[in-house]
Structures are given as C-alpha cells and as structure tokens.
C-alpha cells in the first residue's frame, strides 16, 4: 500500500525501557520531518476523540552495534536523512542536552543505540540488510 517504508532499528543488547525510550524518540524524528505522515485524530462510537497516529506501518529493527554501525554507514552513503539516538542521550533532560551530547563526537564515533529512516521501501530494505525483527 505504500512506497515507503518506517524503520527504527535499536541496539539489541538494551535494557527493555530503553529501547522502549529509543523507539519513541525516533517515532518523532520521522514524524518531525514529515508532518504528512500524521493522520486523522481517532474517535470512538460515543463520540469521544484521541490524538491522531501515523498513518502507515512502521517496523522496530534490532542489531547489534557493529550491524547499527553498517546501517548508518550505509545511509550516509545514500544520502537518506535519519533520526539517530546515542548512548549519552540516556542520561540527558531534554532536547538542548541531547543535541549537546551528539555534537561532542565525530560521526564515525557516535556511540549509537538506535536510528530511524523514511524512506522509497527498496532503499530502506537495502540499507538495513542484516538486521532483524525486534522479537
């Protein structure tokens, strides 16, 4: 149904609360660069409404670090924009801390723990080659 396709892929070897943390970190990088992505608000058969989702799919990918390495080393070669959450990030308050924590460090030694790319479904399946479903 669509052309595209959401991947968020985490470090495997995470506490659960953390990938969890990751997953919703990385839901809004995709969503914040592309506000099309939200639907519709929701609404029950009383009439009460809810705040809109997503309107496609998207998948939760688990790699080890050296995989997660791979993928952003191949998204950066293609090109592909991706939100990226970082080892220092966990300890951080907010978004001004986050940022801080990422511009300390070069790109090949981000200490990485998860990404998320929106992108044409072949490029994302070829991107994230090795990594496998989230169990």
Known sequence: MFDTKIAIIVRDDLLAWQKLNVTAFLTSGVLGANANLLGERYEDASGKTYRSLMIQPMIVLASDAAGLAKIH????SRGVDMAIYIEEMFV???DVANRSAVRQFPTDELKLVGLALHEERRIVDKITRGAKMHP
Not at 73 to 76: C, E, I, Q, T, V
């Open 92 to 94: 951080t308050g907010h």
């Open 73 to 76: 080393s191949r998204a950066l």
